[in-house]
């Protein structure tokens, strides 16, 4: 080996007296939205909450199904809806929830694949950065501050 590439990448973690007025409604939207998670396989229920920069916000869940690959998780729940209804207002931040049913605290959640390979869509398509924010169970936001945190090396060009 003559070469190695090295990427950086982090968190913010952001203490809740340190939320922003949108972080505090995409946060209390997603919460409302993963009660209404259809998760009876995994009972592991999700729930995201989009602003868009047309200041409008919407929120999603997971959709399990009994054939389980077809259930899609609640990010792209939320990125495909708002996409597919304002696909010319940039999403601006994503706000992610988990919980376990019988749980009463927070499960830590990021992404899965699929989801980040998403967002990577979208960032594409705006030519900027998603801000990803991820509740975790002592209840503070974890913040990257757009996708290439959480999928270094990502796959964004076809001509690259
Ligand atoms: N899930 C999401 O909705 N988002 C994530 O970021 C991680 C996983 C869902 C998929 C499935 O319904 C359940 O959580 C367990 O994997």
């Not at 007296?17 to 259809?38: G, R």
């Not at 054939?67 to 597919?84: D, H, K, N, Q, T």
């Not at 499960?107 to 699929?114: I, K, Q, R």
Request: aromatic share 8%; glycine share 4%; hydrophobic share 45%.
């Amino acid at each position: 080996m003559r070469k190695k590439i090295n990427l950086t990448v982090s968190l913010e973690v952001f203490q809740r007296e340190e939320w922003a007025t949108d972080e505090i409604e995409l946060v209390e939207q997603a919460k409302i939205a993963v009660e209404n998670a259809h998760a009876p396989y995994s009972n592991f229920m999700v729930g995201a909450a989009l602003l868009l920069e047309n200041g409008k916000v919407f929120s999603a869940n997971n959709q399990e199904n009994v054939s389980f690959p077809v259930g899609i998780c609640a990010e792209r729940a939320v990125l495909s809806y708002a996409m597919a209804n304002y696909p010319d207002s940039r999403p601006v931040k994503l706000v992610i929830i988990a919980k376990r049913r019988e749980d009463k605290v927070w499960a830590t959640v990021t992404p899965c694949g699929l989801c980040r390979q998403t967002i990577n869509e979208y960032e594409i398509k705006f030519g900027h950065a998603i801000e990803i924010l991820m509740l975790n169970p002592q209840g503070e936001l974890l913040k990257a501050s757009g996708i290439d945190q959480l999928l270094p090396f990502r796959f964004n060009d076809l001509n690259g």
